[in-house]
């Protein structure tokens, strides 16, 4: 066994139904990874325990690979909700969760330095190191799986807003009407076009176990009794991304999450709609691994805690990410 420590990050994703969690290296970017199952019912301190454990389970098959010690240099943990230097708001179910700071998170994993983060936001800082996003000036992605939110980053920063909660657009205001806000413990645009909302309004209109990828594909079948909704889906998410590319005047949109199994379904009406709406068009591109850039984001964000240059991090993704697709007219120089 190497005398020589394999300094590593560890990677945190706390979802809905499962935690992802992983340990990185330079040269290899992800080394070892594995899922643990989670739930509404596990109280967050279970739950860290059970990370815990997980992770010293991963440094464990790095070592018998590896023939060298593990060292974890420093820890991101990306999770739904608005995260902040005093705790988290807006957090997901897990009883507790709201009571965790930075500082009893990592005592809790046994790491000292260890950042935490909204996991969207940290994705898309992971797509602006490594994928959809490079070299964009001002970025966004998209993240529409089972809820709906947005991360952007420009010129290089995230942006947070005052409160941490910039682009929670899960409580954007829809088209049609709409009486219920976020004071009323509603989320008036997550509640009508996200994964979870489309499936619960299939099985209410007669096709039950559905995922939203099949409904959105719906858009383009008129025959397809998922036609109407996918339809809906299609103008109010459009609406939504176009108001946000022309607030933000982004140069580039990168899709992720569930949705991005329906791309050819949404992305050609989307692209319309952003030519004829915004005034500079962004390029669009579709995640490369949709369903992995919250977790590629705790190690983003590990990386600064770390004090690493995320270039000379191996490239999580694994590939070049091309963009989809081009606005027709051309953008400012």
């Not at 230097?85 to 969760?97: E, K, R, T, V, Y």
């Not at 996918?230 to 108001?243: H, L, S």
Request: aromatic content about 4%; glycine content about 12%.
């Amino acid at each position: 066994m190497s005398r020589d420590p394999l300094p590593v990050l560890a990677a945190v994703d706390i979802g809905g139904t499962k935690v992802k969690i992983a340990l990185a290296d330079h040269e290899s970017g992800v080394l070892v990874s594995d899922e643990l199952p989670s739930g509404p019912e596990t109280h967050a301190a279970d739950l860290l325990t059970d990370v815990r454990e997980g992770l010293h389970r991963l440094e464990r098959q790095v070592r018998e690979r590896r023939g060298a010690v593990v060292t974890v240099v420093a820890a991101g943990l990306v999770s739904p909700g608005v995260v902040s230097d005093g705790g988290i708001a807006l957090a997901p179910n897990n009883p507790g969760m709201s009571d965790l700071t930075v500082s009893s998170i990592g005592a809790a994993l046994g790491v000292v330095d260890l950042v935490w983060a909204n996991d969207v936001k940290a994705a898309a800082l992971a797509e602006h190191s490594w994928g959809g996003l490079i070299g964009a000036r001002s970025g966004l992605y998209v993240n529409l799986g089972t809820g709906l939110s947005a991360g952007a980053v420009i010129d290089g920063r995230p942006l947070n807003g005052a409160h941490g909660a910039a682009l929670e657009i899960a409580y954007l205001l829809p088209g049609g009407p709409s009486d219920r806000g976020h004071r009323s413990g509603a989320a008036p645009l997550e509640d009508l076009i996200s994964g979870r909302a489309l499936r619960a309004r299939a099985a209410r209109s007669g096709s039950p176990d559905v995922v939203a990828s099949t409904i959105i594909d719906g858009y383009g079948d008129p025959g397809s009794p998922l036609h109407g909704l996918a339809t809906e889906f299609v103008r109010e998410f459009g609406r939504a991304v176009a108001n946000l590319a022309i607030t933000l005047d982004t140069d580039r949109i990168c899709f992720g999450g569930g949705i991005a199994a329906a791309t050819d379904s949404f992305l050609a009406p989307l692209r319309s709609l952003l030519d004829e709406y915004v005034p500079f068009p962004p390029e669009l591109s579709v995640s490369a691994r949709p369903d992995e850039s919250s977790l590629f984001g705790a190690i983003r964000i590990a990386c600064d805690a770390a004090g690493w240059r995320p270039e000379d991090v191996a490239n999580p993704y694994g590939r070049d990410v091309l963009v989809a697709t081009r606005p027709e007219r051309p953008t400012a120089p």
